[in-house]
């Protein structure tokens, strides 16, 4: 459903068969990160496990995870990919946003993950394609 701000501009909506794919992406991403924070991330047990040298898939993610925790990439690229949607509007830039926004909110980038949250909702009064 596309609304007009203006005589010939749309506002950007996703259509339903968008909100087919961002629904579940975002819902997903949400379950996937709080999954490594509280079990991966920060028991102690598996912490202990980690740093004594188990080699699994699950200390590989985590060790990925803390890493990119520590340098705020999450809040980073969420916030990039929400500028980015919110000057040229598409849905490839608002599911990463939606995505990077998540984790960043779950994995202590709250500041970053909550500005590119505000821009994404920001978005959607800005013009752009109609989208179905």
């Given at each position: 459903?596309?609304?007009?701000?203006?005589?010939?501009?749309?506002?950007?909506?996703?259509?339903?068969?968008s909100l087919n794919w961002l629904i579940p992406l975002g819902m997903g991403t949400l379950g996937?990160?709080?999954?490594?924070?509280?079990?991966?991330?920060?028991?102690?047990?598996?912490?202990?496990?980690?740093?004594?040298?188990?080699?699994?898939?699950?200390?590989?993610?985590?060790?990925?995870?803390?890493?990119?925790?520590?340098?705020?990439?999450?809040?980073?690229?969420?916030?990039?990919?929400?500028?980015?949607?919110?000057?040229?509007?598409?849905?490839?830039?608002?599911?990463?946003?939606?995505?990077?926004?998540?984790?960043?909110?779950?994995?202590?980038?709250?500041?970053?993950?909550?500005?590119?949250?505000?821009?994404?909702?920001?978005?959607?009064?800005?013009?752009?394609?109609?989208?179905?």
């Amino acid at each position: 459903m596309t609304q007009t701000s203006q005589p010939g501009h749309t506002l950007f909506r996703p259509g339903p068969r968008s909100l087919n794919w961002l629904i579940p992406l975002g819902m997903g991403t949400l379950g996937w990160a709080l999954y490594m924070r509280y079990m991966m991330v920060e028991p102690a047990l598996v912490r202990l496990a980690c740093d004594a040298g188990l080699q699994s898939a699950g200390c590989y993610a985590r060790s990925a995870v803390l890493v990119l925790m520590e340098w705020s990439i999450f809040g980073m690229i969420a916030l990039a990919a929400a500028v980015v949607h919110l000057i040229a509007p598409s849905l490839a830039a608002f599911a990463v946003a939606l995505v990077f926004s998540a984790c960043a909110l779950v994995f202590h980038n709250e500041i970053a993950g909550a500005l590119a949250v505000m821009l994404l909702i920001l978005s959607f009064a800005r013009s752009g394609p109609a989208t179905a």
